[in-house]
Structures are given as C-alpha cells and as structure tokens.
C-alpha cells in the first residue's frame, strides 16, 4: 500500500454498534467505512455532501469484506482508507480497520462506487473528483 | 384504549438489533414504533411514502418511551399502534410492544409528529389525513 | 440454483433504513441478509439462537455484495437464502434480494460463517447443523 | 444548567445515520444521548464497559426527547451531557444535541437508568457510581 495516499480516522465503538455476541455487528463495519470514504474525501477533494449538492452521487455498486477479529464496545478504532482504482464512471476504495491500542488488524475491504446523477443514470466521475482521486 | 382503533404489527427480532447485554437496543423500539405507524397509515389512511410523495412529511418532534422488559433475538413481537390525538398541525400516536408468546408488555410508548411541507414549513395535515384520523 | 434447497423471506423498507439518497442504505441489505439467513436455519435447522444457547456461534467472517438497484421506503421486498457451501467449520450462504412486486433483482450476494464455541475458538460444526445443511 | 458538571462530545453525522427525508433519522439521537453517555462517564467516573465488567449494567428505563430541528450529511455535532439526578438504583440524565457550527439547538432530552445486575435484578448503585455522580 505504500504507494497509496491513505487518510485514517479514529473512532469509538458505540454500543448501539454491539449485537448479542458481546462484539460489533459485522454491518456495522461497512458504515465505518463510509467515515472512512467521508474522510477521505474531505481531506483530498471536497466533502461528499458538496458532490450530492452538485448533482452527483456515488452510491455503493459492490462491497466486500473480511472480519479477521472482532470490536468490542468503547475501543478505540482506526480505520485506514485509500483509493484502489479510479475508472471514468466509478471509483474503488480500499480500509483496513484496526484496533488503535494493539494495532491488531480487525477487518479490510473494499467498495466500489459508481457516479450517478440525480435522475439514477450513470455519469463520469466530474474532472475536480477524477482529479483528486488521480493524485491519489 | 377501547376507544381507540388499534393497528397490530408482527415482526422478529433480529441479530442487528440486540445490543451487547444481549437483548434489542433501546433506540430501536422506535425503529418499530416507526413500523407500526407506516402500518397504521397503510390500514386506516395511505402510504406514508404516498403522503411524502404528494408533498407531506410528517417528523418526528417529540417521543417518549418506557422499556418494561427486555426483548431477544428470534422473539417474535407484537405491536400495537393507535392514533392518540389529531390537531391541525400535528398527530400523536401511542404504541405498546409485546412478546407475542408470553403477551409480556416489553415497551409503551409515543410520538408526536408535525406536519412539514417540502420546504420544512410547518403546514395543516392533509384534509385526507385529518380525515382518516378523526375516524380513528 | 436449482439444486439448491431455497427459503423465501418477505419484508418492507423501513423508513429508518433508507438514507438521504432517497434509497436503502447499503449496509442495511446485510441486515436482510441476516433475517434471511435467520429463516434458513429456522426452516431447514433451528433457531439459530438455541445454537447459540447450545454454545455454537456462527459469526460472519467475509462478505461479499453487488448492489443492483434501489429498493425504497414501503417497498415489498423478496430475501431468497440458500447454502453455498459447507464444510467442517464453516459455511457459506447466498443471497439474492428483490422487489416483490416487480421481481426486479435488487442485490445478490454471500456471507462466509465459522464455527466459534463460547471462548472464541474455531471449532467443527455441530452434527445436527451439518446434517440440515447437508439436506440443502 | 449551571450548576451541573457537562461533559461536551463532538462528533459528525453519517450518511448511515440520514434517513430519506434527507436529514438525521429520529431514533438515530438516541445513540448520540448513548455516546454523549459514555464520554460522561469515562470523564468523571469509568468507562461504563468496565462497570459491565463488574457485573453492573444501567439499561435505559425511559426515554424522552424533543426534535427542534434537523442535522444533516457531513455536519459537525455537539452533544452536551449532564446528570440531572441520581437515586440509590436510578440515575437521570439530560442531553442538549447542537449543530457545532451555528449553535442551533437540535434535540434535547433525558435518559432514566436502573442499575441491574448479570441475572437481570435490580441493585443499588455501585459506591464509586455514586461518588462519582454525586460529585457532578
């Protein structure tokens, strides 16, 4: 990964994030990667709130996950987010999760996104965001 | 509540919901009360989405809830949603959720709800919806 | 898919898992997923959760998604679940979301599970859980 | 309020958190309440995780809220949290959730908490919960 401009945010376990097994809920790991990819954004290209405000948006075509150990409620969290791949119509981002305290690798993954405009139809990614991806 | 029409919705606890104590986490009995209402508008007037889709939202401006005893993964849930009160402007509903073997009483509760146009301007409930609720 | 054994789960879009895109949060199609699965075991096993009482847990250690088209709030949707794979500690079930009404494909996709016992241990699969999912 | 120790959390809304009416989903500031809870305490007692790990827990036992207006994707969040009483097996309370930057009053409410043991019980407070209460 050394070649990828990685941004990391830190985060705590809530419990509203914990299920009946005493760790987190396996989804709830996709949505730490949306802080990641949030972000990401915002420290490379501009808030993702600003894109849907344009008219663009970047829904989630395909995800995938490992869950190699578990979070557990109040740890403090790392999550690790770069840029996979950058393609006209649709962008790839890689996370990896970590525990802050042990540094123990808890989840990695990947989403990748696909531009939109508001009417549902697919779009090129706008020149600013192809532009800070690209530099990624 | 013999006065009042009742909706009852049946639903299943699910592995998402349960907290790390190991029962449902408390915000998400409002997530069913949520559930009971769209079955309540569904029953008694229309589609909530309908509503939206002609240009009503209906938010939530206040709720109250007590949490009796604790549900569990796989418990199969009954909840019964009724229409409190309607005003011009807003509508208060009730709800108490039960275990459905047992007829235990797990949470009872309330939400009151303003009615917003598009441009989040407070606005008369549709005489549609007035209607269909008076008739509660 | 035909050789395989398949369980059919009806729900509705909550409003609380739809996102500020008008459509349901990616994430929360895991969550199908997982009352998908919960019928599964319920139909071909047991209740999952007298597994977990017996002292077999079945956390998800991989997942994988393709997010096909949006499913909006009040939409009937159609969860079919069937076993992928099964081996001595693990098994792998499919998922394929959609619309009720139209039968449009929503989401496909596969959750990985292994077998843990109440420490954290990898450990084989009960007899009894190997035996339905032998039949599928 | 002055005369009650605050302890202020911050934090930024997720899309995750958004609903379709393109704000913060009602049930989602319970969490808040929830993470504000958990900086209390970690503040000016110990993280609630090591009393659980003591054998007490403090399930919400009722929960009010009032929504004054929106938060939305990206926005930066204050939450301020107090206790507002405590009694031998309860302890109160409040919450004022603001937009960051404006100031803006979003939601406030209280949580009511009894102390249960491991078997589901109720019990006095833990001496140092107390302690640490009283002293705010």
Known sequence: ?????????????????????????????????????????RTYGQDYGEWENAGYLLPVSEVHARFHAPARYGELITVRTWIEETRSRSVTLGYEVRSTASQQRLVTGWTKHICMDREGRACRL???????MAAS
């Open 1 to 41: 990964m050394s070649q990828h401009r990685i941004v990391e945010t830190s985060l705590r376990v809530r419990y509203a994030e914990t299920d009946a097994m005493g760790v987190v809920y396996h989804a709830n790991y996709l949505v730490w990667f949306e802080v990641g990819r949030g972000d990401y954004f």
């Open 126 to 132: 706008p020149d600013e965001m192809i532009h800070a």
